[in-house]
């Protein structure tokens, strides 16, 4: 496995499960950009925002989960493209409204880009408003 493969791995689970920037941290340049065309992420626009937005996410759901379903590396590009199911059940407070016991399951993406064997840029497809909706955030 090359080693831009197991960085965006090992980044992706431990931002998937809520570990936060500073073990993130360790994966990406410091001043790491994020996009995503979702209203929920619409102000964020570094690595590390993002990585504390997924960690503060599991207040509301603490037993959110991944489902990887594809994860590859395009060598040629410098990138690694993930992309899996997101579960959970809003069973904690921090939410928007008090917890619902509701569930979500959303697909999304991540396109990760990288420089210098760390992620320089990662990109989020996600369908925030299904998402929302489901946990009747919406």
Avoid at 116 to 122: C, D, S
Wanted: charged share 20%.
């Amino acid at each position: 496995m090359s080693e831009m493969l197991e960085a965006a791995k090992l980044f992706f689970d431990a931002c998937e499960t809520g570990k936060g920037w500073d073990l993130c941290k360790i994966y990406c340049h410091p001043e790491a950009s994020f996009s995503a065309q979702a209203g929920a992420l619409a102000e964020i626009t570094t690595l590390e925002d993002y990585c504390q937005w997924m960690q503060d996410f599991f207040t509301p759901v603490p037993d959110a989960h991944y489902e990887l379903k594809f994860f590859a590396a395009d060598e040629g590009r410098s990138a690694v493209t993930a992309v899996a199911v997101f579960h959970g059940t809003q069973t904690g407070s921090g939410g928007p409204v008090p917890p619902t016991g509701k569930t979500v399951a959303a697909d999304y993406a991540y396109y990760m880009e990288f420089d210098q064997g760390r992620i320089k840029h990662m990109t989020k497809i996600w369908n925030d408003g299904f998402s929302l909706e489901q946990l009747g955030w919406a």
